[in-house]
């Protein structure tokens, strides 16, 4: 804060509730998925906690974060949880209080530090802004080091820079390396150095055996605008492509005037493709006039297309920098079939041939070919690609759930999307010459642990299998013991140690167990899997009455239902 204050804007030059959302929504459209409110100072708002509930409730959004001074943070923090707040940052300068009032202008430090302990309570890690003011400060760089001992902190040591108001002098800047020099004479080799993610802007550094973390904004000294995707939508509408430019525009007038969202991508996108590669740096941009930072604020958002580089031609994002994690997707679509089409798939009586076999074959096959379909794809080394049915006869629909799963550095989303897309599609061919009246809906990604509604119970007796006795080979003295073929081209087949001759009839889709393993198929007593991979395995077995006592349904495997008949 300036010492003599800012001029504060009317009511009506700021942006409105419902206007703030507009641009969200408009920006979540276009590939965003993280929203920062920042300052200023937003708890200020009265409608902070409709705004941050309206926010994560975009479709798109992942993550809502907060900038605060932590004065009054207390007082929405509950409120903001359950808004669908999922990060906080807290600015604080020094441990002391006398000197924090100092350099804060306000006796604020017991307030800001309950908020820091609160916060604590709510979220998993809690960072913490401190910018460094050499002859000020720089004798607590190891203090606020030493907070990450027992604390999941991150603090991020921010370089002193030029806005409006804030009386910067060269003297005054303290860089990133002299406060790293200064950690590292401190803890010697136990200062680690963390990967960082390609558009992050602190370089990330811990202490062996500390349970929080460091790292360094180093704007000034450093800059990291050829990797910055940040937009920033100040408190009034304006939007700014770089903090450190003076160049904005008004998303509040054009909205005013009632401009489509197709003319605000416009005009957002001419503002993209004219940020510069880097700003003017740090003699340059203090005589260079700029808002102070705290007008700067409102709505901090990643730069709208990553895939599209300063020149506004596209480009794949680098992914070299990330680490290698597990990642899995999972896609769930739906086709709407005709009475005859579910009737048929069920049965499996379409002509040509295994409808949901053919599907799942083919949504593998095309979740191995994003890469050649998707111009900005990343080729991956898939580790798991499944695909299972679920089967709604009343209804008619017929629901797709697809599973991409690596180990790698980039996500898996587009391969999820495209086999539960392919496979919708495939089903679509294989049935259209009964009716081509099939609508495919609602394709979309879904939480790795999805919550399926569950059949309503019903009484299970369990047989558990003996183990296999090799059957006598048929003979027409032994009609019962004729072979019924196993599927998917496995020269096996399933028999009946019973007095009875077996028929196989319809199929039905199943859920697939949770964590959707592939395990060996169940088997009836000395039978292969009847609709699944073939198996010498003998696991339990679950017979469950539907029709009249004659009809018994056999868990067959994680995937596939089949239904045995047996006849006196």
């Not at 760089?141 to 804030?166: K, Q, S, W, Y």
């Not at 679509?333 to 040509?352: A, F, H």
């Not at 979309?444 to 009484?459: S, W």
């Amino acid at each position: 804060m300036p010492a003599e204050g800012v001029p504060l804007k009317p009511k009506d030059k700021m942006l409105k509730n419902e206007e703030v959302l507009r641009l969200v929504k408009l920006f979540a459209d276009h590939g965003i998925d993280k929203v920062r409110l920042t300052g200023g100072e937003p708890t200020i708002r009265k409608d902070i906690v409709q705004i941050v509930e309206g926010i994560a409730s975009t479709p798109g959004v992942k993550d809502v974060g907060i900038t605060t001074n932590g004065l009054v943070l207390p007082r929405f923090l509950p409120d903001l949880k359950n808004a669908g707040l999922t990060k906080v940052n807290i600015s604080i300068d020094s441990l002391d209080r006398q000197k924090f009032a100092k350099m804060t202008r306000r006796d604020g430090f017991d307030k800001v530090w309950k908020s820091i302990e609160l916060a604590q309570d709510y979220f998993p890690k809690v960072k913490l802004n401190v910018v460094v003011i050499r002859n000020q400060n720089e004798n607590e760089i190891v203090d606020f080091v030493n907070l990450t001992a027992n604390r999941n902190l991150d603090i991020r040591f921010i370089e002193f820079m030029p806005f409006g108001g804030n009386e910067f002098k060269n003297d005054n800047f303290y860089g990133y390396r002299e406060i790293l020099s200064l950690i590292v004479e401190k803890f010697g080799d136990d200062v680690i150095r963390l990967s960082d993610s390609p558009n992050d802007t602190t370089k990330a550094y811990k202490i062996e055996g500390f349970q929080g973390q460091f790292g360094f904004i180093s704007s000034m000294s450093d800059h990291f605008c050829n990797t910055c995707n940040r937009l920033r939508i100040t408190a009034d509408g304006n939007l700014k492509v770089c903090l450190h430019g003076n160049s904005e525009v008004s998303l509040r007038d054009k909205i005013r005037d009632g401009s489509s969202d197709e003319q605000l991508s416009e005009i957002i996108q001419k503002a993209v493709n004219n940020k510069k590669a880097r700003h003017a740096g740090m003699d340059a941009l203090k005589n260079l006039p700029n808002r102070p930072m705290i007008l700067i604020g409102a709505y901090s958002i990643p730069s709208v297309l990553t895939h599209v580089d300063s020149n506004g031609r596209a480009t794949q994002v680098d992914v070299s920098a990330k680490a290698n994690t597990i990642r899995t997707a999972i896609a769930k679509g739906t086709i709407m079939l005709t009475p005859e089409i579910s009737r048929q798939v069920s049965e499996n009586t379409i002509k040509k041939g295994d409808v949901l076999t053919v599907a799942k074959i083919a949504s593998i096959m095309s979740a191995k070919k994003v890469a050649n379909l998707i111009p900005l794809c990343h080729p991956i080394r898939l580790d798991f690609v499944d695909t299972v049915f679920e089967h709604d006869l009343e209804n008619h629909q017929l629901h797709c759930i697809s599973t991409a799963k690596c180990g790698g550095n980039t996500g898996v989303e587009m391969e999820a999307l495209t086999a539960c897309t392919i496979a919708l599609l495939t089903i679509y061919d294989m049935c259209k010459a009964i009716s081509q009246k099939m609508v495919i809906s609602n394709i979309h990604l879904i939480d790795p642990i999805p919550h399926r509604p569950q059949p309503a119970p019903r009484p299970v007796s369990t047989y558990i299998a003996p183990a296999p006795v090799p059957p006598p080979k048929p003979t027409v003295e032994h009609p019962q013991y004729a072979p019924i073929p196993a599927r998917h081209d496995e020269h096996q087949y399933a028999h009946l140690h019973h007095p009875v001759v077996a028929e196989q009839v319809p199929l039905q889709p199943v859920n697939s167990a949770p964590g959707g393993g592939r395990r060996p198929g169940s088997s009836i007593p000395g039978a292969v899997n009847v609709f699944g991979f073939a198996s010498n395995a003998q696991p339990k077995v679950s017979y469950t009455p539907i029709q009249n006592g004659t009809s018994y349904q056999v868990v067959t495997s994680d995937y596939i239902r089949g239904l045995i008949k047996l006849k006196d």
